[in-house]
T-cell receptor, first 112, second 113 residues
Framework: DAKTTQPPSMDCAEGRAANLPCNHSTISGNEYVYWYRQIHSQGPQYIIH???NNETNEMASLIITEDRKSSTLILPHATLRDTAVYYCIVRVWMDSSYKLIFGSGTRLLVRP | NAGVTQTPKFRVLKTGQSMTLLCAQDMNHEYMYWYRQDPGMGLRLIHYSVGEGTTAKGEVPDGYNVSRLKKQNFLLGLESAAPSQTSVYFCASSWSGVSTEAFFGQGTRLTVV
């Protein structure tokens, strides 16, 4: 079962920041939070990941709460091309390997 | 550097037919995964491999078999296709470390009639 909970859909205006929340209250101390997105039916695309510190790269920022029970993905200036399904995933160690267990994700619609 | 390549991209099968989906990666990754995605849902893990010659079951392994004879290839087989296996199949690969991203292929759209 997925270890994360996300709202099913969100929208934001083009040029504004998109803030996508994720709850992962059962996360273990050494499990990383990953964000991927899927545009149409293409293969999921990696965005960012983190353990407990905030992270930023050229695509987005990841804010993880101090208790690590939730996080927020921030797209600072959303464009129409950011319309996609965004998956928040906890990478778990299970059965002798790391796995990405996907939930249902958040469908983000960026409005013109 | 092609990343993760899946073949074929589309396929239509009749119920009871068999087929093999091929996933190839050129990044020397240890881990490889097969997922399926049904309409409106997230990806579900079918089988995975932690290295050449190894395979293991994921969340939804029934009706599928896999093999990893070479490190760069991961094969997904359907011995007797059923309409319930109509789905989009994604392959992924990654390093084995604790903090590493997975790279996904572009998917194989399979329809079983």
């Amino acid at each position: 079962d997925a270890k994360t909970t996300q709202p099913p859909s969100m929208d934001c205006a083009e040029g504004r920041a998109a803030n996508l929340p994720c709850n992962h209250s059962t996360i273990s101390g050494n499990e990383y939070v990953y964000w991927y997105r899927q545009i149409h039916s293409q293969g999921p695309q990696y965005i960012i990941h983190g353990l407990k510190n905030n992270e930023t790269n050229e695509m987005a920022s990841l804010i993880i709460t101090e208790d690590r029970k939730s996080s927020t993905l921030i797209l600072p200036h959303a464009t129409l091309r950011d319309t996609a399904v965004y998956y928040c995933i906890v990478r778990v160690w299970m059965d002798s390997s790391y796995k990405l267990i996907f939930g249902s994700g958040t469908r983000l619609l960026v409005r013109p | 550097n092609a990343g993760v390549t899946q073949t074929p991209k589309f396929r239509v099968l009749k119920t009871g037919q068999s087929m093999t989906l091929l996933c190839a990666q050129d990044m020397n990754h240890e881990y490889m995964y097969w997922y399926r995605q049904d309409p409106g849902m997230g990806l579900r893990l079918i089988h995975y491999s932690v290295g050449e010659g190894t395979t293991a079951k994921g969340e939804v392994p029934d009706g599928y078999n896999v093999s990893r004879l070479k490190k760069q290839n991961f094969l997904l087989g359907l011995e007797s296709a059923a309409p319930s296996q109509t789905s989009v199949y994604f392959c992924a690969s990654s390093w084995s470390g604790v903090s590493t991203e997975a790279f996904f292929g572009q998917g194989t759209r399979l329809t079983v009639v």
